[in-house]
């Protein structure tokens, strides 16, 4: 069961976790609006909550599409809570949701990936207070972001298995009648300083917002501003022009994979005196830039050593066990030499972000890409990628931003005007939201404006093959051979757009099979053996490093997922080689063997 307080980066003291058994029942027939179930129906089974019924961990285990299901409990919101605003907070539900609290509809909320909460206060009597969740999803439609959930019956190639509804936490909380909604932190390494734009459901004359910053116990810096508005805004000083270490990443105040300091804030809402909200967080001193061809972390060029990670666990699909599994593949990672991952179309719960900034793990955000595309489906789609920024704006571990992958859900550039218009307004729209951070606007190929040349390229050929890895080799030694000969009949940029000196690195490659083989199996290459699979890697990145065109690199990947069986480990987390083998050679410090 997921016990941890699910947003670390935004804690309130009083809660309540809503993880657990629910009540639950398909409605295949799609009476439950005309029946009124959210009036009181006793739900004919049980289901685990936060998994949903296609995966074992819910108690269900049902791969058969059910578009109609349904959800309810009872709250037992604590009676010391009247007086005060209570909410009832979702991680995330897949896809549509409607929430009912005591008959009455409280919330919908339309995307399966981000985060949602809805305000209870005036529906909840502290008696018997009970919840009902309905939720549509469309198994077989291709024009809701779906990221690697397959929209056929049986997964297979690089497809898994779909997921439908609750997938993360649930919980309640409760704040004053004067409460933070949400907060973003712009720090700023060049000045020492932070700046923090801090909204409230509602200013007036007598309300002060307290903001106290401290490192390690020691006090750092403090403000206090009357607010007014529903805005608050104040700038902290945080290095105090102290002598710092200036070490090859930055200096010694400065977040990064090998120094990830963090400095917890605390906000107090106070009323005449009164506190009315207190929310606990944190935040790094990071700054991230791809500019001169190159990746700069805190003003040092950088390179990133990235995994893909499509975060699916075995028996819990999107959703791990315990939150120790996402503390522990980060740990995994990183011991076998990888400084971040490609969170690869899943966007991520806040738990994982939160161990990535306390680890010191950069992590790509990306989007949950559809199958295909419709003009007003793009909108929806558009809608819930920018809802996805902003709650994972403040995580110092994010640092690249990717809203769509290898033209999935824009299949058409090379011929549709109206499709690359959309991939454009993508990126200017991320941009606009967030210009601390590069974005990517097509990880793989057909790119048009970006801030990183983002390359896949599975053409290392197998083991044998040493004439088709020199034809590899030689495409990574040279830029142009890079941009201009990619390994797929799709071309790097779509007409209209070119090489602008970006950094380049190389997004996807590896995808070595190897392992236990059940049925029908996926990898790009293929090997026998532990030897083999450290043959393979030597030789994969022993061309990585001789080239002085790649900045970078993301190795696919972390895990084997379902049929797919090309990752370091196994579905159950259990490394293919020796790590610290790997580990070596993933740094470039390994050859021996070639």
Not at 100 to 119: D, W
Not at 161 to 179: D, K, L, P
Request: glycine share 8%; net charge negative.
């Amino acid at each position: 069961m997921l016990k941890k307080y699910p947003r670390p980066q935004f804690k309130r003291e009083e809660w309540v976790n809503l993880n657990g058994k629910w009540q639950f029942e398909f409605d295949d027939a799609n009476v439950g609006l005309k029946q009124e179930w959210w009036k009181g129906k006793k739900l004919s089974s049980e289901i685990n909550v936060p998994y949903v019924f296609e995966c074992a961990e819910s108690g269900i285990n049902d791969k058969t599409p059910h578009k109609y299901v349904w959800y309810a409990r009872d709250l037992n919101v604590p009676k010391e809570w009247k007086g005060k605003r209570v909410f009832l907070n979702f991680g995330a539900v897949d896809y549509i949701a409607e929430v009912y609290v005591n008959g009455v509809l409280v919330k919908t909320h339309c995307g399966g990936n981000t985060a949602f909460s809805a305000e209870i206060t005036d529906w909840v009597n502290y008696e018997k207070d009970r919840v009902y969740v309905r939720v549509i999803d469309d198994a077989y439609n291709e024009l809701q972001p779906r990221g690697k959930q397959f929209w056929e019956d049986v997964p297979r190639v690089i497809w898994y298995t779909r997921s439908t509804g609750i997938w993360q936490s649930v919980f309640m909380e409760c704040a004053g009648e004067n409460y933070i909604t949400d907060y973003e932190v712009y720090p700023d390494i060049d000045t020492g300083r932070a700046k923090f734009e801090v909204n409230v459901n509602e200013g007036c004359e007598d309300l002060r917002l307290e903001l106290e910053i401290t490192l390690n116990g020691k006090a750092v810096n403090r403000a206090s501003v009357v607010v007014t508005g529903l805005k608050a805004y104040i700038e902290l000083d945080i290095f105090h022009n102290r002598i710092m270490d200036k070490s090859v990443h930055g200096c010694g105040l400065c977040w990064s994979p090998e120094n990830p300091v963090l400095f917890d804030v605390k906000f107090k809402l106070c009323r005449k005196k009164e506190i009315s909200d207190e929310v606990t967080s944190y935040f790094g001193m990071r700054k991230i830039r791809a500019k001169n061809g190159e990746i700069w972390l805190n003003n040092h060029r950088y390179t990133m050593r990235l995994v893909l990670d499509q975060g699916y666990f075995k028996d819990g699909l999107l959703t791990p066990k315990c939150d120790e599994d996402l503390e522990n593949d980060i740990l995994l990672a990183k011991e076998m030499g990888f400084n971040g991952c490609r969170k690869h179309q899943k966007v991520e719960c806040e738990l994982f972000h939160y161990y990535a900034d306390k680890l010191g793990f950069l992590v790509w955000g990306e989007m949950a890409s559809c199958a295909n595309y419709g003009k007003y489906e793009s909108v929806a789609y558009a809608d819930e990628w920018v809802e996805s920024v902003k709650q994972r704006f403040n995580h110092p571990s994010v640092v690249v931003w990717v809203p769509a992958n290898e033209s999935w859900g824009v299949p058409d550039l090379r011929s549709s005007e109206q499709q690359r218009r959309y991939l454009s307004a993508l990126y200017n729209l991320t941009k606009s939201i967030d210009g601390t951070r590069p974005v990517i606007s097509n990880d793989g190929w057909e790119m048009v404006e970006t801030d990183i040349i983002a390359i896949h390229n599975y053409a290392h050929g197998a083991s044998w093959d040493v004439a088709q890895h020199k034809r590899y080799e030689q495409g990574l030694s040279c830029r142009d051979a890079l941009i201009g000969q990619p390994s797929t009949n799709r071309p790097i940029f779509v007409e209209g757009y070119a090489d602008g000196g970006q950094p380049l690195l190389l997004t996807e490659m590896g995808g070595v099979s190897f392992g236990k083989r059940d049925g029908e199996c996926f990898g790009y290459s293929d090997v026998k053996t532990e030897d083999d699979l450290l043959v393979f890697l030597r030789r994969v990145f022993k061309s990585i490093y001789a080239s002085s065109a790649i900045k970078g690199f993301c190795y696919t990947q972390f895990s084997d997922v379902e049929q797919e069986i090309n990752g370091l480990v196994t579905a159950d987390r259990k490394p293919k080689a020796d790590k610290e083998v790997i580990a070596k050679i993933v740094k470039g410090e390994d050859y021996s063997g070639n």
